[in-house]
């Protein structure tokens, strides 16, 4: 099936720190994912991509949709200790269940205060 | 607040023995999903509803079934739990498939099979 591949798996980082992470896909997608997992809970959204090329902010959250449409960048800037968590990036899958997400296996991401 | 409640939180369930976990929204969305994560993985998705329309993804046991009894409530219910199936289950609601922004995730339950 079809797989997104994220890296890096795990990063610890001291706080202040930018952070940045990406996903990249051997299939084309038209709308890429990032949500957030605090442990416990469900993944949350915290950007989504519409468009090749396009870069979005959230707060100290930047993304970048690849011109390419087959990978996709996240990144934090001045990392806080509240940034801990598991970060996905996902696409829709317009191959089987339309409007299901596929997602990549997540970057696990410590903060040191 | 409109959002997506499991219920409960956390299950622990004997081999074998059915288990039903629980999942409802106030958001009043036509679609509802079920994904199933397992310990460092991405969660994978099990089968969804559209309306009362049932899809099942081709990769998904047979043990696992699901009912919508109406719009606000969905159930997964698995027949014969095993070891394998311990996991966190998480249930997401959207308006309709393709709309990504309304896309809400419930906190899950995550199920032991002792």
């Known amino acids: 099936g079809q797989q997104l591949n994220q890296s890096p798996q795990s990063m610890f980082i001291q706080e202040g720190e930018d952070v940045s992470m990406n996903c990249t896909s051997s299939?084309?997608?038209?709308?890429w994912l990032w949500y957030k997992q605090d442990p416990g809970e469900g993944p949350v959204l915290l950007i989504a991509?519409?468009?090749?090329?396009e870069l979005t902010s959230n707060g100290r959250l930047t993304a970048q949709f690849g011109i390419t449409r087959k990978d996709s960048f996240l990144n934090i800037s001045a990392s806080i200790p509240s940034d801990v968590g598991i970060y996905f990036c996902?696409?829709?899958?317009?191959?089987?269940?339309?409007?299901?997400?596929?997602f990549g296996k997540g970057t696990k991401l410590s903060v040191k205060p | 607040d409109a959002m997506v409640i499991q219920n409960p939180r956390y299950q622990v369930t004997q081999f074998g023995k059915p288990v039903t976990l629980s999942c409802s929204q106030t958001l009043n969305h036509n679609v509802m999903y079920w994904y199933q994560q397992k310990s460092s993985q991405a969660p994978k998705l099990l089968f969804h509803y559209y309306d009362k329309d049932f899809n099942n993804e081709a990769d998904t046991p047979d043990n696992f079934q699901s009912r919508r009894p109406n719009t606000s409530f969905c159930f997964l219910d698995i027949r014969s739990p095993g070891l394998g199936d311990a996991a966190m289950y998480l249930c997401?609601?959207?308006?309709?498939?393709?709309?990504?922004?309304?896309?809400?995730f419930g906190s899950g339950t995550r199920l032991t099979v002792v």
């Open positions: 991509l519409y468009k090749a090329g």
């Open positions: 299939s084309i997608f038209n709308t």
């Open positions: 996902a696409v829709q899958n317009y191959g089987g269940s339309q409007g299901n997400l596929i």
């Open positions: 997401a609601t959207s308006s309709r498939t393709g709309d990504v922004n309304g896309y809400t």
